[in-house]
């Protein structure tokens, strides 16, 4: 078919020439305009990086979490801050230096809140015991208080050696002590500083009768005056932070330290994962796709040619951006990614024609003209449908996808307009020359002719291929963890994952809202029943039972107790030698109580307890030096006592203990459970660990039954994964009812719509069903690779079609055109674009590139495999 006289091609030939005859004026107005998009949009374009932002606000559960934040701001942006300790005393003290610092930061703060260390639970923590508990401590308290009082006297090691012999000879002489805990206590502080890990002895364990962990971990609220004007707007607070643990010494390779996690700490390590992945990312695509044009048009004019316009093309893109959005989100961002990959084909496919046109010998006035005419329906064509598979993503309640189709399908219409005029002009400076075809390499030739030759093998592994993705389909999943987004490695993510471990501290659990006391009660009964819920907590559960009971018992511990005071200890008072004596005192005791009892309860313990004293006994006499053995037992007599006035301080502290009711909890507590409105704050907690996906589905489910207008985590995970799956299903029906219309109303032909359509639905159904054999779920990142696919996919048939039906090419001619090479290497330098960020560090971005890999492998596949037996079967159904 001649389509030399058409009015398109006339239209477009014109526009070449009047670009090349014009060229120095469109360049130079090309970089004015460059210039003034740079300066625009650095002055003006922002970045959100809340995910949920990305939603709009009219969704239900937005709404909800709306409320929630409006009665409990504290809640909003925060950063958790874990501080972790050997005992809950270092723990609980260093928990309070920080809170403390963080509360006077009132340039980066608006609060910071260390609820466990508030003075009201200090006070009342025992009357949160249960009556056997606070039993069990009267008697230990009982037995430890002679303990206690010499020790305050004169607290140091030989006293408490002293103190520990004259009890185990009480054991020997038959007194039922219970020194199981101190035995076992004393004995792991020992081995622990003989491992060269040491650490404190807590007596707040031992009161309590339990065995020590290895560490403690402390929780507090910090919510931080964010800065929206920067990219990074917690960068600030998290200095001040970061500053605030270097000066309180809560630094690595300290008792104490800190860990940083929160919602706040979790965009900002997620956002810095996804910039540092992609500028990684990008510096490999920019090398790998100028390595991909060397190949296909080898010539360096004709690379800075497509370079050019490819950035002034993403220069005018961003500042449309600007203008018509005035932002970018975490989905948006990837504008650039998607121009990158689908902007650059465009000038990819004019060179290519533009050099098999200029084979003829005419010269570049008359080839230019020529190739824009024959090139240039087909990308118009490419440019519309591909713009309107975008624009189809707009009414979506998916506001950060929304505005994706917005930004990228004006992207799209840019990079036409670029190339239609930009390329010409440089062809003027930059003329293509002609390169000699890869297929005369035999390898490369036999490629091309399989499928010639294999026609209904291919076609039957097509039907092969479809049976298999169909029965795939069902499998396709969609990831709901919003931490399976970020880089696992950071100290966010591993500090959120191990309080998820954490039952009673896991930030992952349901927040409802009750509007009095009573709907409270219900709800919590209500609530209490789901197997899927393991505990509820309101204010109501402040107010402990039987007070009056536990009352006495704590009276009876503070009678029992007594007034006790400290004399500090300091190095000087250390006497060696009267140390060295009593820690032998207590061995020989020890060995003459295992000796003579055998099979006391206490013996295990006894025995520990023996061997220990042993290893520092013989480790005090390989030091020859009187200093050493005197920084020895000045260690040891730390590590075991300077926990004690802190531990017996705080004890005091909550032998004050009063009976109290709702009213009377403060307002630095109440805050976090009971708004200035009285609307109640309900905590619900899972059973199962909802890590899995199938187990957040049915909790959050089986809560929403009870309480609709329930959020937290939890909730806006799984509510918002639906929101994405619903938008894009939305979206991808209107894109391709969109893109049928505008190919029938472009190419005027139901066969050429259908044939153009046929590989663009393979490779997406093809693409569902990798993701389901690489275990490569959807997520809020990686499903953008749907339009990006679908815009490849169109516009690689397009071309085929288009050079087939409008040029009359033959079958066995069409692969050895510029068409499909121009095809061949877009599809490389798509693959080189996103290939590379697969080497991300952020997840979500790295499975955004695995499977735009695998969409446009599987793209090309079926557009230079698939399609021209396709093509061919309709010319021979045609002719006969």
């Not at 900002?268 to 992609?278: I, Q």
């Not at 020359?433 to 036999?446: E, G, N």
């Not at 066995?812 to 877009?826: D, G, Q």
């Not at 991300?840 to 698939?866: D, E, R």
Request: with cysteine.
């Amino acid at each position: 078919m001649d389509i030399s006289n058409g009015a398109s091609y006339r239209f477009f030939a014109h526009w070449a020439a009047f670009s090349y005859q014009n060229a120095i004026w469109i360049i130079f107005l090309a970089m004015v305009i460059a210039g003034f998009s740079v300066v625009y949009t650095a002055n003006n374009l922002g970045v959100h990086t809340d995910t949920t932002d990305m939603l709009s606000e009219d969704v239900p559960f937005r709404v909800n979490h709306k409320r929630y934040k409006a009665a409990f701001p504290q809640y909003e942006d925060a950063f958790l801050l874990v501080v972790d300790a050997p005992t809950p005393e270092q723990a609980h003290a260093a928990a309070k230096r920080l809170t403390t610092y963080l509360q006077e930061d009132e340039v980066h703060f608006y609060e910071a809140s260390y609820l466990s260390g508030d003075l009201f639970f200090e006070q009342n923590g025992l009357l949160y015991k249960s009556i056997p508990e606070l039993e069990k401590i009267t008697d230990r308290l009982a037995a430890a208080q002679p303990l206690i009082a010499r020790l305050a006297k004169n607290p140091a090691l030989d006293t408490f050696a002293s103190v520990l012999t004259e009890a185990v000879d009480e054991l020997r002489n038959g007194r039922n002590l219970d020194m199981e805990a101190v035995f076992n206590g004393v004995s792991s502080i020992l081995d622990a500083r003989f491992a060269g890990s040491p650490h404190a002895l807590s007596w707040q364990i031992l009161f309590d009768g339990e065995e020590q962990a290895d560490q403690y971990q402390e929780l507090i609220l910090a919510r931080p005056k964010h800065d929206y004007a920067q990219l990074f707007a917690a960068e600030r607070p998290l200095k001040a932070i970061r500053e605030a643990a270097v000066e309180l010494g809560l630094t690595q390779g300290a008792p104490e330290q800190l860990r940083i996690t929160g919602e706040a700490a979790l965009a900002y390590d997620e956002l810095h994962s996804a910039m540092r992945g992609a500028q990684d990312a990008g510096i490999l695509a920019l090398v790998l796709v100028v390595v991909v044009l060397l190949i296909a048009v080898r010539a360096v004019g004709a690379i800075m040619t497509v370079m050019f316009s490819l950035v002034l093309g993403l220069l005018l893109t961003a500042a449309f951006a600007t203008f018509a959005v005035g932002h970018l989100n975490l989905i948006s961002i990837a504008f650039a990614v998607l121009y990158i990959g689908l902007g650059v084909d465009y000038a990819i496919h004019f060179l290519l024609r533009h050099e098999e046109v200029r084979r003829s010998g005419q010269p570049v006035t008359k080839t230019l003209p020529a190739a824009s005419g024959d090139i240039g329906r087909a990308l118009m064509i490419c440019a519309v449908t591909t713009a309107i598979g975008f624009y189809a993503f707009i009414p979506t309640t998916y506001d950060g996808v929304a505005e994706l189709g917005l930004i990228s399908g004006s992207g799209m219409v840019i990079s036409l307009l670029v190339t239609l005029t930009i390329v010409p002009a440089l062809q003027r400076f930059f003329p293509i020359p002609l390169i000699k075809p890869f297929i005369a390499i035999q390898p490369v030739h036999t490629a091309l002719e399989w499928p010639a030759h294999a026609r209904k093998s291919v076609l039957a592994l097509t039907v092969i291929a479809v049976l298999f993705s169909l029965i795939a389909l069902p499998q396709i999943r969609f990831d709901y963890n919003l931490l399976n987004l970020n880089d696992p490695h950071v100290e966010s993510v591993e500090t959120f994952r191990d309080l998820l471990e954490n039952a009673d501290d896991s930030p992952w659990h349901i927040i409802a809202l009750a509007d009095n006391r009573n709907e409270a009660e219900q709800l919590v009964k209500k609530l209490s029943r789901l197997r899927e819920v393991d505990k509820v907590v309101t204010i109501l559960d402040f107010v402990p039972d039987d007070q009056a009971e536990k009352i006495r018992l704590i009276e009876e511990m503070a009678i029992t107790l007594g007034p006790v005071s400290f004399a500090p200890i300091t190095q000087q008072q250390i006497d060696v030698d009267t140390q060295l004596t009593t820690l032998q005192d207590l061995q020989h005791a020890l060995n003459r109580f295992l000796i003579e009892q055998p099979a006391h309860l206490a013996a295990d313990s006894a025995r520990a307890l023996q061997q220990s004293l042993t290893n520092l006994l013989l480790q005090f006499d390989g030091l020859n030096a009187r200093e050493s053995q005197e920084k020895l037992l000045f260690a040891v007599d730390q590590d075991l006592l300077h926990l004690l006035p802190e531990s017996v301080h705080r004890l005091q502290l909550a032998l004050e203990a009063r009976p109290f009711t709702q009213q009377d909890i403060p307002d630095s507590v109440k805050i976090h459970w009971q708004s200035s409105d009285d609307i109640y704050r309900i905590a619900i907690y899972p059973t199962e660990n909802i890590n899995d996906n199938d187990a957040l589905k049915r909790f959050v489910r089986a809560v929403q039954q009870i309480t609709p207008g329930a959020t937290g985590v939890p909730v806006i995970s799984l509510e918002a994964g639906q929101a994405v799956v619903d938008a894009f299903v939305h979206a991808f029906s209107l894109a391709l009812i969109g893109v049928v219309i505008a190919l029938l109303v472009l190419l005027r032909s139901v066969k050429s719509t259908v044939l153009v359509m046929v590989p663009l639905l393979l490779a997406a159904l093809f693409t569902g069903a990798i993701t389901v054999l690489l275990d490569v779920p959807f997520n809020f990142a990686n499903v953008i690779a749907l339009p990006l696919i679908l815009g490849i996919g169109i516009d690689c048939s397009v071309h085929m079609v288009h050079r087939s039906r409008n040029t009359g090419e033959a079958y066995e001619n069409l692969l050895y055109t510029s068409t499909a090479r121009a095809i061949f290497y877009s599809a490389l330098t798509t693959m080189a674009g996103f290939g590379s960020l697969i080497f991300s560090q952020h997840q979500g971005t790295a499975s955004m590139g695995l499977l735009l890999l695998a969409g446009v492998v599987l793209t090309l596949i079926c557009v230079l495999i698939i399609l021209p037996v396709l093509l061919h079967a309709a010319d021979t159904k045609q002719a006969g």
